[in-house]
Structure formats: C-alpha cells, structure tokens
C-alpha cells in the first residue's frame, strides 16, 4: 500500500504537466499529501495499541520499565508527525 502511494506520489508532477490542468493536479496532490499522513496515522495508532499493550505489562511486572515503555509507546507517533512537517515542506 505504501509503495503504491510513493509510486502515485513520484508520478504527480507528470500529471501536473501533461494530463491534468493546474487547479485539478494542485488538489490531487494535496488530497494525496493527505491520504498519506492518514495511512501513517493508522499505522502508528495499531502500532501504538500493541506496545502500549507490551508496556503496560512491563511497567506492571517491573516499574523501573516506566521510561523504556513510555519512550517506544509515544515513538511510532513522530512517524505521523514527521509525515506532517513533509506536507508543509512538500508545498
């Protein structure tokens, strides 16, 4: 699925060119932009389920966990925000 969104990602800038007019390929590329980080939001929210889960049973076993748990729950969530300032730079 990702591949698919970097390959129409790559591709956009031929459209803008040769197939579409301006104001049509400006907001295909934002809607695009947008899909992406809603992909990347998804997969960081199931990712942050499951580690959060595994956290939450290391701190319970062993509170000297706490920082380790926390550290790689919040991690998978700069993927998104990271996503986020591509956009701005993007544009």
Known sequence: M???IAF??????LLNDVLLPAELSGN????????GVGVAALGAGI????IG????G???ED?????????FTVLPETLVI???VVIFLVQ
Do not use: Y
């Not at 509170?63 to 550290?71: A, E, N």
């Open 82 to 84: 990271l996503a986020i």
């Open 28 to 35: 295909i590329q934002i809607g695009l932009a947008a899909l």
């Open 53 to 56: 889960a595994a956290a939450v």
């Open 63 to 71: 509170s000297d966990f706490f920082g380790i748990g926390l550290l």
């Open 58 to 60: 290391a701190i319970a």
């Open 8 to 13: 129409v990602n790559a591709i956009a800038p």
């Open 47 to 50: 990712a942050e389920g499951g």
């Open 2 to 4: 990702l591949e698919f």
